[in-house]
């Protein structure tokens, strides 16, 4: 059981519910405790990075236990300036309890955070860090993301690889997007090789140099969508972490954007997932559905539920962009599979998308820690 402390809604387990760059630190607080990181690996990644005021920022959690026996673990941190969290205001404490996590297992937490879009806005430019802490073993990982509420420029990150075998290999779509209303000349994207994987290749020109891959898009007319795609090799050990992947997209104007993500790496892991959509490219005012397919991958009969956010420009059941929700698909027999189908209604009054957007889902195995993401374009 998972414990949130916190007075956020949490959804039911039916289907319901030109800046800086970015800064990822993982910091030990202190010595006094003997490998105190070497008992689990922390990772935090958003993929809404700027965020505008009034949506939502999502930053999700995940900690891997890297022991052979059950840990308990617990991440605690304060609501960031700009921001509130389930109705809680800036520089409340707070906390994400796991629970207990089974030996070289992975679990993540959607820590959801509504930016300020009434009162004292945040200026574009400003930054929102958060800090997440195992006060336990003193350990504590940060991630930033900008407020801008124009973005110029759009990066969407996803695989549809829910989780990664020990040197298996992993691919990422990354999609950038010109949202602006002029060419963006000298525009770049750039992913960094996860800690913990190998690069393999990448396709689009995309070339390695310290560790980093990247590739000149050029100019990027009004409307463009670009999508590339990576692909890396996990470790050969098991119980090796995978670190995130940081992406970034930036034009010779000062626009930026970024997008991070993190896989994890299962032996035997309990699930398969897959995520389709129709239809590709979708349009204002059309239905966009989603298909999340889970398949039972152990001899015993499973439950499982997959979590997730309404994309930015859509619906779901009448519910906005950043609203949490999630599927349960209960008790899966062995071998099994099954289908959610999530339908979204993108947007054809208000904010509608603008020509080349992208809306990806991101649906989430809270208790396994897997994901599994995919991006569509809307034309």
């Known amino acids: ?39 689990f690996s922390y990772s935090l990644t958003t993929q809404n990075d700027p965020v505008a005021p009034g949506h939502v920022l999502e930053y999700d959690a995940t900690v891997t236990n890297l ?16 921001t509130t969290y389930g109705g ?6 707070r906390a994400y309890d796991f629970g207990t996590v089974a030996p070289g297992a992975s679990e993540t937490a959607k820590l959801l955070f509504a930016v300020v879009g009434s009162g004292a806005i945040p200026p574009n430019g400003t930054v929102i860090k958060l800090t997440v802490t195992d006060t336990a073993r003193q350990v504590s990982v940060s991630r930033t993301a900008i407020v801008q509420s124009m973005p110029a420029l759009n990066l969407q ?11 298996g290999k992993f691919t990422y779509t990354l999609a950038t997007a010109n949202l602006s209303g002029s060419s963006l000349p000298g525009t770049t994207l750039t992913a960094t090789v996860p800690k913990g ?12 140099n310290a560790g980093t891959v990247t590739w000149s898009l050029g100019t990027l007319p009004v409307g463009a969508n670009v999508q590339v795609h990576a692909t890396f090799r996990a470790a050969s050990a098991s119980n090796t972490p995978l670190g995130p992947v940081n992406a970034s997209a930036s034009d010779s104007a000062g626009h930026i954007t970024r997008a991070s993500d993190t896989r994890v790496v299962y032996a035997a892991p309990f699930f398969s997932y897959t995520l389709t959509a129709v239809p590709d490219p979708a349009s204002p005012g059309h239905v966009l559905e989603y298909d999340a397919t889970v398949t039972n991958l152990t001899a ?3 439950s499982v539920r997959l979590d997730f956010t309404v994309p930015e420009y859509t619906t779901y059941g009448g519910l906005g962009a950043g609203t949490a929700r999630a599927y349960d698909f209960g008790t899966v027999a062995p071998g099994a599979s099954e289908t959610a189908r999530l339908l979204f209604n993108v947007l054809a009054s208000g904010p509608t998308p603008p020509h080349g957007a992208s809306i990806t889902l991101y649906p989430l195995d809270v208790a396994r820690g897997a994901s599994v993401s995919r991006t569509v374009v809307v034309k």
């Open 88 to 93: 809680a205001v800036a520089g409340t404490a």
């Open 197 to 208: 994987a190998s690069f393999v290749s990448a396709d689009s020109g995309g070339v390695l």
């Open 157 to 167: 990150l996803s695989s549809e690889q829910g989780t990664v075998a020990p040197g």
């Open 300 to 302: 015993g009969t499973q």
């Open 1 to 39: 059981m998972k414990h949130f402390l916190t007075n956020q809604l949490v959804p039911s387990r039916a289907l319901c519910c030109p800046i800086l760059a970015a800064i990822v630190s993982l910091t030990i607080l202190s010595a006094s405790r003997t490998n105190a990181a070497g008992v």
């Open 67 to 82: 022991t052979a026996g059950t840990q308990s673990v617990r991440l605690d941190f304060t609501v960031p300036k700009y």
